[in-house]
C-alpha cells in the first residue's frame, strides 16, 4: 500500500473547502430526541448509560458544580461519538487534531478557573504557595505551581489526541501487513487478522475511555474550583 500512514488524519475536503465542521455535527444523529412515550432498547440502554455517569461523575460536586452537569454530559457524548464514529472504515476522527482537542479544552479550563477565582478566591491563590513553603523556595513554587497549572489544558488535549491516534496508526499498520501477508503465507496473516479484530474492540473500549477521562478530569478541576 502506497497510501501515505498520516492520510487518514488529514482534515477532509470537497472542492478545496474544509468540511470538518460537518463531521463534527455527525454525532448529533447518535442520540435522537425521543419522540414516543416508550423507548426502544436503543435508546434506553442510551439514557440508562447516560443515568449512571451522570450519578457518579456529578456525586462529588455541590449545587454551583451540578449546573454544570448538562455541560459535562453533552461533552462526553460528543466526545465518545466523535471516537466510535471515526472506527468507521474511510471516516475521519475529528478528536485526532490537536487543534480541535485545544478547542474543547482551553475554554473549558478557563471556565473553571476563572469561577475558583471569582467564587474562592484565596484558596484559589492558596494553591500556588502550599502551607509551610521555606522563604527561599517561595519564588520557585510558585512558578512551578503556574507552569502546572497553566499546562492542563494542553495535557488534556495532548492526551485525547495522542491515544486516538497511537490506536488508529496501530490498526493501519497491522492491517498493512495483513493485505501484504495474504499474497505470501496464509497461514501468518490468519492469527494477524485475529491481533487485528482483538485491536479494533480495544479500540472501541479505549474511545469510550478516553472520552471518560477527559470529562473527569474537567469534572475534577471543576470540583477543585467551586
Do not use: C
Not at 89 to 96: H, L
Not at 170 to 186: T, V, Y
Amino acid at each position: 500500500m502506497n497510501e501515505n500512514l498520516f492520510t487518514s488524519f488529514t482534515a477532509p475536503t470537497i472542492m478545496g473547502i474544509p468540511i470538518t465542521l460537518i463531521i463534527i455535527m455527525f454525532p448529533i444523529i447518535m442520540f435522537p430526541t425521543p419522540k414516543r412515550l416508550i423507548n426502544n432498547r436503543i435508546e434506553a440502554i442510551q439514557q440508562w448509560l447516560l443515568q449512571q455517569t451522570t450519578k457518579q461523575m456529578m456525586s462529588i460536586h455541590n449545587y454551583k458544580g451540578q449546573t454544570w452537569t448538562l455541560m459535562l454530559m453533552s461533552l462526553i457524548m460528543f466526545i465518545a461519538s466523535t471516537n466510535l464514529l471515526g472506527l468507521l472504515p474511510y471516516s475521519f476522527t475529528a478528536t485526532t487534531q490537536l487543534s480541535m482537542n485545544l478547542g474543547m479544552a482551553i475554554p473549558l479550563w478557563a471556565a473553571t478557573v476563572i469561577t475558583g477565582f471569582r467564587h474562592k478566591t484565596k484558596i484559589s491563590l492558596a494553591h500556588f504557595l502550599p502551607q509551610g513553603t521555606p522563604t527561599p523556595l517561595i519564588p520557585m513554587l510558585v512558578i512551578i505551581e503556574t507552569i502546572s497549572l497553566l499546562i492542563q489544558p494542553m495535557a488534556l488535549a495532548v492526551r485525547l489526541t495522542a491515544n486516538i491516534t497511537a490506536g488508529h496508526l496501530l490498526m493501519h499498520l497491522i492491517g498493512s501487513a495483513i493485505f501484504a501477508l495474504m499474497s505470501i503465507n496464509l497461514t501468518v496473516a490468519t492469527p494477524t487478522f485475529i491481533i487485528l479484530v482483538l485491536l479494533t474492540i480495544l479500540e472501541f473500549a479505549v474511545a469510550l475511555i478516553q472520552a471518560y477521562v477527559f470529562t473527569l478530569l474537567v469534572s475534577l478541576y471543576l470540583h477543585d474550583n467551586t
